[in-house]
């Protein structure tokens, strides 16, 4: 039997610490931070709904929330995750059907994206 060297295990997945930062691997994440944002929105929005169908009390409530500086900041985070993540979730589709799956064409897609997302946050800002 031969002696083999012993081998050290990499991580089993990528740490991020050990990785240079990429526009596609910030893209990439933040499709998994939007995402999240939606999902945790849900109770916030099932709140407003009822708050609006509900008793008059229930919808001053929810109006003198929206019209608060908390409200306001909610909404517009809301409305940046939907829009980055309706986005980025695009790109990806297109990248799984073979277009843009080029080194420079996911960059580029993905720098669209982060400045489509910027766009939107900034009129939503001018908006709200």
Same mark, same amino acid.
């Given at each position: +039997? ?9 991580? #089993? ?17 933040? !499709? ?9 929105? $849900? ?8 708050? +609006?169908? @509900? ?10 929330? #929206? !019209?608060? %500086?908390? @409200?306001? $900041? ?8 939907? $829009?980055? !993540? ?9 990248? %799984?059907?073979?277009? @843009?799956?080029?080194? %420079? @064409? +996911? ?19 001018? +908006?709200?």
């Amino acid at each position: +039997m031969q002696n083999r060297p012993k081998v050290q295990p990499g991580p #089993l997945s990528p740490r991020l610490s050990i990785y240079r930062w990429h526009i596609t691997m910030i893209a990439s994440i933040g !499709h998994r931070a939007s995402g999240m944002a939606l999902i945790l929105f $849900v109770p916030i929005y099932l709140w407003l709904l009822r708050g +609006m169908t @509900g008793s008059e009390e229930n919808f001053e409530a929810v109006f003198n929330w #929206l !019209h608060s %500086d908390l @409200g306001k $900041v909610s909404i517009w985070l809301l409305g940046v995750s939907l $829009v980055y !993540h309706f986005c980025n979730g695009i790109r990806f589709l297109s990248i %799984d059907a073979g277009w @843009g799956e080029s080194r %420079d @064409g +996911m960059r580029n897609s993905a720098k669209v994206v982060i400045a489509l997302t910027v766009v939107a946050a900034v009129v939503m800002a001018v +908006m709200l």
